[in-house]
């Protein structure tokens, strides 16, 4: 690893660790497309530069900062940022709000009971059915909620699109937490708000049957929208979001 010595004497007193990075940007900048690839220690770097191993060390804190460098406690310094981690759940609970799990499911949503429409078999048809008459026959909101789950997984599923299925199991992760289903059970006003929902899935599994994509579109479109508003509505009023329990921990009965 070599350093340009033309401003050797910038690395007397106070412009050490800004001849570090200036040194240090360049030296990278020079590596090109080599991600990844392992920078010397920062004794060595001070050797090599004719300066204090403080001024390395800050001058890497701010090449850190930039991203242009990942440092690895005991493995070493590298160049590039860190390789992105999974996401897990809990992460996507704590980072996500309700109006944007509403924004995701308004645009895979319709799109998948399209798919179903097209490719759902007689048996998952009949299915859609059996879960949307079980929703109408759900005794309270816990129940509500497990088969209102199981039919939207019902119709993402008939849409046989891998892909598809696996983005709409990491929406419902998030929904299903009990944060987002006692929102979702206060906007709709209890088991006594439930006609309308009961209501609108029918719709979409009818369309589904007649084989008709652009009407069941367009019903899981009316029923999502019915939703996002009535979230909306919750917001805007008293008993606003700040009284439900935060994402992650148990709704309170």
């Not at 493995?75 to 390789?83: K, R, Y």
């Not at 059996?130 to 909101?141: E, G, H």
């Not at 599994?205 to 939703?227: K, N, T, Y």
Request: aromatic share 4%; no cysteine; hydrophobic share 45%.
């Amino acid at each position: 690893m070599a350093f340009s010595d033309d401003e050797t004497i910038q690395a007397e007193g106070s412009a050490t660790s800004t001849y570090a990075l200036a040194q240090l940007r360049a030296y990278i900048d020079a590596q090109g497309d080599r991600q990844g690839s392992r920078l010397p220690t920062e004794r060595q770097l001070a050797e090599e530069m004719g300066v204090g191993r403080r001024a390395v060390r800050r001058a890497l804190e701010v090449l850190e900062n930039e991203g242009r460098i990942t440092r690895r406690q005991g493995a070493g310094t590298f160049i590039g940022s860190p390789p992105a981690q999974p996401v897990t759940r809990d992460a996507l609970i704590g980072a996500t709000d309700f109006f944007e799990i509403m924004e995701v499911r308004l645009r895979l949503e319709p799109q998948l009971a399209a798919l179903a429409a097209l490719r759902g078999k007689p048996a998952q048809i009949a299915r859609m059915y059996d879960l949307s008459d079980r929703i109408a026959q759900s005794q309270d909101a816990d129940e509500g909620e497990l088969w209102d789950g199981a039919l939207h997984r019902q119709i993402a599923e008939a849409a046989g699109n891998a892909l598809f299925l696996s983005l709409f199991d990491i929406v419902n992760q998030v929904r299903q937490d009990a944060a987002w289903q006692a929102v979702r059970e206060r906007a709709r006003g209890g088991l006594a708000g439930h006609a309308v929902p009961v209501a609108q899935h029918r719709a979409i599994v009818e369309a589904i049957a007649a084989r008709d994509p652009q009407g069941a579109a367009e019903q899981m479109r009316v029923h999502l929208f019915s939703i996002q508003e009535k979230l909306m509505r919750l917001g805007s009023t008293d008993a606003d979001l700040s009284a439900i329990p935060e994402p992650g921990q148990p709704a309170i009965a």
